[in-house]
T-cell receptor, first 115, second 110 residues
Framework: DAGVIQSPRHEVTEMGQEVTLRCKPI?????LFWYRQTMMRGLELLIY????????DSGMPEDRFSAKMPNASFSTLKIQPSEPRDSAVYFC?????????????FGNGTRLTVT | DAKTTQPNSMESNEEEPVHLPCNHS???????IHWYRQLPSQGPEYVIH???SNVNNRMASLAIAEDRKSSTLILHRATLRDAAVYYC???????????FGQGTRLTINP
């Protein structure tokens, strides 16, 4: 079991550029969550999917952020255009929603720096 | 969502037991108590969860007060690798959406 795989591990970009973060869930997991972590705000839930369908995107900060899950094996979080305040560590987590209290498994995150 | 309260930080010594408290006075009957921890430069990882009875697994023990308004995560013999931020989170049965507070930053002294 390779765990939740996120790429890239680090991303440095200039303000105004498009950024795409990627997540590969653990095989068989049907729920997927995107979190953002900063020193000031801690871990914040951005959006989550169940069976590839977005369930709650109320945490997405603004229209510059979008997330997709085209199939059970892949999800992306896109920021366009990026701004310095988007600098954070972005985590993807996956789980099995059909099993009561099954834990979420987190990837090691993508550290995004926008200059 | 019912809230939890944890101390901002705690410190302990290697090879000694650690008791991490969590208060959840507004917990409802259907809320499970979950603990996650985040090691430096890693994503959070699941530690343990319980409803009413005390729980044990290979990582830790969870002691739940009889009135369920508080709980304690117990690391029986801390190692340096247990230095992390520990989060206590309430979830209703079947839910997966984790809402993280600030957690307790645990420092282990050699």
């Amino acid at each position: 079991d390779a765990g939740v795989i996120q790429s890239p591990r680090h991303e440095v970009t200039e303000m105004g550029q498009e950024v795409t973060l990627r997540c590969k869930p653990i095989s068989g997991h049907n729920s997927l969550f995107w979190y953002r972590q900063t020193m000031m705000r801690g871990l914040e839930l951005l959006i989550y999917f169940n069976n590839n369908v977005p369930i709650d995107d109320s945490g997405m900060p603004e229209d510059r952020f979008s997330a997709k899950m085209p199939n059970a094996s892949f999800s992306t979080l896109k920021i366009q255009p990026s701004e310095p305040r988007d600098s954070a560590v972005y985590f993807c987590a996956t789980g099995s929603s059909g099993r009561d209290n099954s834990p979420l498994h987190f990837g090691n995150g993508t550290r995004l720096t926008v200059t | 969502d019912a809230k939890t309260t944890q101390p901002n930080s705690m410190e302990s010594n290697e090879e000694e037991p650690v008791h991490l408290p969590c208060n959840h006075s507004t917990i409802s009957g259907t809320d499970y108590i979950h603990w996650y921890r985040q090691l430096p430069s890693q994503g959070p990882e699941y530690v343990i969860h319980g409803l009413t009875s005390n729980v044990n697994n290979r990582m830790a023990s969870l002691a739940i007060a009889e009135d369920r308004k508080s709980s304690t995560l117990i690391l029986h013999r801390a190692t340096l690798r247990d230095a992390a931020v520990y989060y206590c989170i309430l979830l209703i049965q079947g839910a997966q959406k984790l809402v993280f507070g600030q957690g307790t930053r645990l420092t282990i002294n050699p």
